[in-house]
């Protein structure tokens, strides 16, 4: 069953309607996209510090880039015309005085008349009147009576080797848009048109705790009975590659009025809040209780595999995720979750998975009812073609797997598996963690 209530911002109620049975993984980011508000507000940083910081202004460019006609070569700029004339004469090769010398950073100076060259050298304006450029190793020069001449191919078009000012970016053009994460050729973008300064949104943030009486941390004894806690681990890691700034609350046991605190605590200082653990139907399952009490759970039990109970909702003012606690589920939710609801609250612009369609070397089956993500790596066939493989075991518990595939394939809801050959989409993690 899946379960609405009233909210609070960020995430707004209208479009909670009650549904019967298990939520569509597609309804569910349909959800988020129309629910879910930005939280950050902007700030200023410098252009140095700003890869991985969620642009909030559109940058426009001011000036045109290049902002002048340069060379693409080390060389000699002529006229296209003398090189014209001497292909019309039947000439194979043309001489012209070398009248000037003009270096990247030197201004183009005045006009240059038919009938000279110019020294250039690459990133150089080129000078009124000359707009072809032929690379060095094509010339030969020499000296005559305190005059260079250089010997030149006349097989060559007019505007070769000219980069026209203006050609990568236009005055007024805007070079980025807000809710991007800046990526190094963005920060690079944003120098090349004068920025030292960026408007940006402030970071995500992420309050994240276990809930678990099983669970220790890594490098404590196990008592019997007991695990290390690795979720809060992966999650953690997962969410500072999602650019999020962390508040690590360590672990709760299950106990209800201890997980309702810790809930309404986090809630105060953070924009969103997550858990893991604790979400299912079982009487040692806190989490659902506490949010409901606190703020309301706006989807939960989703038609997915793994990850059926994951959460949605709110507390207090702040939203909440709510994972599930085996190991592959926590992490793959919060990719098919917590990634698009995490991006909705930085202001970010939506940004689906990145999909590859590719044949699958295996065969799977499923039931019909939950969308199933199973974890997969690729490899080549005897052939050489790219195919998927799958882990060999897709249980939810079994971290192996996660640790050995480089991504998820999707199978659909009402699928009943891939046979080998057929063609499912590949999800890599790597490019749904940018
Ligand atoms: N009767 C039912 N039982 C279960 C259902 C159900 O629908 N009916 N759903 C199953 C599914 S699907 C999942 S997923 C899990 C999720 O349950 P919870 O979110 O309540 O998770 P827990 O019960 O707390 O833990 C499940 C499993 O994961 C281990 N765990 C928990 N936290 C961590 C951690 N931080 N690090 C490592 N491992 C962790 C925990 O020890 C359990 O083994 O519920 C099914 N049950
Ligand atoms: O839906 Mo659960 O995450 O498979 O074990």
Redesign the pocket.
């Known amino acids: 069953m899946a379960v609405e209530s009233s909210s609070l911002s960020p995430i707004s109620a209208d479009c909670f309607a009650p549904s019967q049975g298990l939520l569509p993984l597609e309804e569910a980011w349909r959800r988020i996209a129309v629910s879910v508000s930005p939280v950050c507000a902007g700030e200023d940083c410098a252009v140095p510090q700003a890869a991985g910081r969620i642009l909030a202004e559109p940058v426009v460019a001011s000036l045109p880039m290049p902002p002048h006609d340069n060379a693409a070569m080390d060389g000699y700029a002529v006229s296209g015309a003398d090189l014209a004339a001497a292909r019309a004469r039947g000439e194979d090769r043309i001489v012209l005085p070398v009248v000037r010398r003009i270096a990247a950073g030197d201004p183009p100076g005045e006009a240059v008349p038919p009938g000279q060259a110019v020294r250039i050298f690459t990133g150089a304006p080129l000078p009124p009147g000359l707009e072809t450029v032929v690379m060095q190793e094509d010339c030969v020069t020499a000296q005559e009576g305190g005059q260079i001449l250089v010997s030149l191919p006349s097989a060559v078009a007019t505007g070769d080797n000219r980069r026209r000012a203006g050609e990568d970016v236009e005055t007024g053009q805007t070079v980025l848009s807000p809710g991007v994460r800046l990526r190094p050729a963005d920060v690079a973008m944003a120098a090349a048109v004068g920025r030292t300064r960026l408007r940006v949104f402030r970071p995500l943030r992420v309050a994240l705790f276990?809930?678990?009486s099983?669970?220790r941390e890594p490098g404590q004894p196990l008592p019997p009975g007991c695990?290390?806690?690795?979720?809060?681990y992966g999650v953690m890691a997962m969410l500072r590659a999602l650019g999020c700034d962390l508040t690590d609350l360590g672990?709760l046991p299950?106990k209800a009025p201890a997980i309702r605190a810790a809930l309404d605590g986090a809630a105060e200082d953070h924009d969103l809040v997550i858990t893991?653990?604790?979400?299912?139907?079982?009487e040692?399952?806190h989490?659902k209780g506490a949010v409901d009490s606190l703020g309301g759970l706006h989807f939960w039990?989703l038609a997915l595999?793994?990850?059926?109970?994951v959460a949605l909702g709110t507390v207090r003012g702040a939203a909440f995720l709510?994972?599930?606690?085996?190991?592959v589920?926590?992490l793959v939710t919060l990719l098919l979750i917590g990634r698009p609801l995490i991006h909705r609250l930085q202001g970010r612009a939506e940004t689906p998975l990145v999909r590859y369609p590719l044949p699958a070397a295996f065969t799977f089956s499923k039931k019909p009812g939950r969308q199933e993500f199973i974890r997969v790596w690729t490899g080549t066939d005897s052939a050489g073609r790219l195919v998927l493989r799958a882990f060999p075991s897709q249980s939810?518990?079994v971290?192996s797997s996660m640790v050995q595939a480089t991504g998820l394939a999707d199978l659909s809801r009402e699928g009943t598996g891939v046979r080998e050959g057929e063609t499912l989409d590949y999800i890599p993690f790597t490019e749904a963690l940018w």
């Open positions: 276990s809930t678990g099983e669970l695990i290390h806690d690795s979720n809060r672990i299950d893991s653990g604790g979400v299912s139907v079982g040692e399952d989490v039990k595999k793994p990850g059926r109970p709510g994972l599930p606690g085996n190991p589920s926590a939810s518990g971290l």
